[in-house]
């Protein structure tokens, strides 16, 4: 989603205003690092030292490594605003905008993965209860995990091939077969990783909205939590993926016909503010899932805000009261 050919691209027309609004965009990466950074690396260490995500359920595996591929992100995110601040909207060295061209593609590739396959496995254990999913059958298991982090890495390296703006060889006189067949295969990828999901997402949330809207038994809280879940999963991926999708569709779509380079340059400012706006992702990704669950929260807030947490007291069998961390009530302060 990055625009890269491994030199500098100066800010052309009003170079002063546009300067200022790549310093805002550059704020804005620093304050998402700032607030993402602790959160996904606390939420990491839960995993990791206290429910030791190995041993857990299938769920646990996909989010650990959603938040994992969030973690990849927010390495790349000081480079990128010290980019923008310079005023250019890549670094001059090959090598680090290739670097940082693999991690923000396997990132965006590794969370639109790991948020599909938690919604497939969601969707068999809502909507299909009694038929067998294909994510259990490594459950318990990292097996599925690392097989998507290896098929990701053939979807990542052809964004690295030649310059990322979108098909410039399709406006080039000097256009070969070559540099054609290297564009559709880059575009391709990149809208096919996200529309793809997006229809398998769209469809096992509205099954699965569907199917506890018409459940009757059962704890009804449970079943509202679940709901918002689903609908949230929807919402973050729109929100996070698609603007900066039809944004890309709108600059290639331009730079096809030809169109005036002023607009082609608005397009561009345009484009790169949406792909800013996908980085929250990292920020949202753990407030959604992991904070979806109350057993979660509850143990997230005991390791790193216990004065959040009031215990009850617990009558026991004899009258007596007893204090006890299993009867442990979240209260936000």
Request: proline content about 4%; hydrophobic content about 50%.
């Amino acid at each position: 989603m990055e625009s890269t050919n491994g030199t500098e691209q100066p800010l052309e027309d009003d170079e002063a205003a546009e300067i200022q609004v790549y310093k805002f965009y550059a704020a804005a990466i620093i304050v998402i690092f700032i607030l993402a950074l602790p959160l996904n690396a606390s939420v990491i260490h839960l995993f990791i030292f206290k429910l030791r995500f190995w041993k857990s359920s299938t769920n646990n595996i996909f989010l650990f490594n959603l938040v994992l591929a969030d973690i990849l992100l927010l390495i790349c995110l000081p480079i990128k605003a010290y980019t923008f601040i310079q005023g250019v909207r890549n670094s001059n060295n090959d090598a680090v905008c290739k670097a940082m061209l693999f991690m923000l593609f396997l990132n965006r590739g590794a969370s639109i993965a790991f948020l599909t396959a938690t919604s497939i496995h969601r969707y068999f254990h809502v909507v299909h209860p009694g038929r067998k999913s294909p994510l259990k059958a490594l459950k318990k298991s990292p097996q599925i995990s690392v097989l998507i982090w290896v098929l990701l890495l053939p979807l990542t390296i052809p964004t690295m091939l030649k310059n990322f703006d979108c098909s410039y060889s399709l406006i080039k006189e000097n256009a070969t077969v070559i540099k054609d067949v290297v564009d559709g295969i880059r575009e391709t990828v990149i809208f096919t990783q996200i529309l793809i999901p997006f229809v398998i997402l769209l469809y096992c949330t509205v099954r699965i909205v569907n199917r506890l809207r018409k459940k009757t038994v059962g704890d009804r809280t449970k079943l509202k939590r679940a709901v918002f879940l689903v609908t949230a999963v929807m919402v973050l991926f729109s929100f996070c993926f698609l603007p900066c999708t039809i944004a890309r569709m709108v600059l290639l779509t331009i730079r096809v016909k030809d169109m005036p380079d002023y607009i082609e340059h608005k397009a561009v400012v345009a484009f790169d503010g949406l792909v800013v706006l996908s980085y929250i992702d990292c920020l949202l990704d753990p407030l959604v899932y992991c904070f979806s669950s109350t057993k979660f929260k509850a143990l997230y807030l005991s390791n790193y805000f216990p004065f959040l947490v009031k215990e009850t007291p617990q009558v026991s069998s004899t009258g007596k009261s007893n204090r006890t961390t299993n009867a442990t009530v979240i209260s936000c302060l």
